[in-house]
């Protein structure tokens, strides 16, 4: 039984493999590329605009004001980011769907790349909204006996994100791998469209906290009491 899409290969060359990771990511790297060409191409300034535009801006438009709740000032901009993070493992699960697929969140070389993108978007959104100096100080607040304690924060929070999305893709898949080998097919079929369900829901939590910590490191969470105080005086 597979327990990690690692396990298979497509093609080797002494230490050099090319397997089913790597190349379910670059396809579905591909697909979000050549989507977003497609979907957006003929989209149009004017007030007379398609269904499907209009549907659009109201996915766009919820999604910003998920962004301003969970503290980001400016959400469009990190809608580029985060939206490419909620897309991809989206479609990761997805694709559990068709025959011979195997999503790359279920290797944890996958989950360790997306977790460490977050890991590096984090002080980059920080340093640009807050400058290095300001962002460095961030972790020696409110005092800098706090500077150890949060170092070890960012990394640990680094590998629960990692591990945390691993664990739940690959216990699903595994699940029905082995109700696939002792079951009907009706009882798989159920459990897939659950495993559809619990990726979709992994997707958003990984979206959320992503915007969790990039609001943090930004200091727009930290800046909304002080502007709701000058306002109510």
Do not use: C
């Amino acid at each position: 039984m597979r327990l990690s899409p690692d396990q298979i290969i497509f093609w080797q060359i002494g230490f050099i493999k090319l397997n089913a990771t790597i190349v379910f990511t670059w396809m579905l790297m591909l697909l979000l590329v050549v989507g977003s060409i497609l979907i957006t191409r003929r989209l149009s300034k004017d007030h007379n605009r398609s269904r499907w535009q209009n549907l659009l801006e109201i996915i766009i438009t919820t999604i910003e004001q998920q962004l301003k709740e969970v503290g980001l000032d400016n959400p469009r901009d990190y809608i580029d980011f985060l939206g490419t993070l909620f897309l991809f493992i989206a479609l990761a699960s997805l694709g559990t769907i068709i025959p011979g697929y195997e999503p790359p969140t279920g290797s944890l070389s996958t989950t360790v790349a997306l977790a460490l993108s977050v890991f590096i978007a984090v002080p980059l959104y920080g340093i640009v909204q807050l400058g290095i100096v300001g962002y460095l100080k961030s972790y020696m607040e409110p005092t800098f006996v706090m500077l150890p304690f949060n170092l070890i924060g960012e990394i640990s929070r680094t590998i629960a994100l990692a591990v945390r999305l691993f664990g739940n893709m690959m216990s699903g898949a595994l699940i029905i791998a082995i109700l696939l080998a002792i079951t009907p097919l009706l009882f798989p079929i159920v459990m897939t469209l659950l495993g559809l369900l619990t990726g979709m829901v992994q997707a958003y939590i990984f979206f959320i906290l992503a915007a969790v910590y990039i609001a943090a490191a930004t200091g727009s969470n930290k800046r909304q009491p002080k502007e709701s105080n000058n306002l109510k005086q």
